[in-house]
């Protein structure tokens, strides 16, 4: 299986558990590794027959700012979810962090697989 990276995006969105979190934007920074096949992708030079990375992007942006989530681990979830029904995608590992979370560590988050890694 080949993959697809995105690496650190970042995202803008209402999440947290205390109400001042609930109240202001917060960064966060996503990397995925997503499952495809690019061979005739890249045989052809076709976008059309790979994942487009951009299209990502812009769609998980789209969803953080249409959102807001208490839990990392809920927002994780449903962006996986999300991936895989409306790109199709088969497996991926997607990392959310939430830099400042706690104040001696860089960043606070998630890492989750979802799907079937076919190698």
Wanted: contains cysteine; proline residues 1%.
């Amino acid at each position: 299986m080949d993959m697809v990276l995105i690496e650190e995006l970042a995202l803008e969105a209402v999440i947290g558990v205390y109400e001042w979190e609930k109240r202001i934007h917060q960064r966060l920074l996503l990397s995925l590794e997503l499952g495809c096949d690019i061979a005739q992708a890249a045989r052809n030079d076709d976008l059309s027959a790979t994942l487009d990375y951009a299209a990502i992007s812009q769609r998980l942006q789209a969803y953080c700012s249409e959102h807001r989530f208490e839990l990392v681990e809920t927002f994780a979830e449903r962006m996986a979810s999300l991936l895989q029904e409306e790109f199709g995608i088969a497996w991926l590992r997607l990392t959310l962090k939430k830099p400042g979370a706690v104040a001696d560590a860089a960043f606070v988050g998630v890492r989750i697989e979802r799907g079937e890694y076919r190698s």
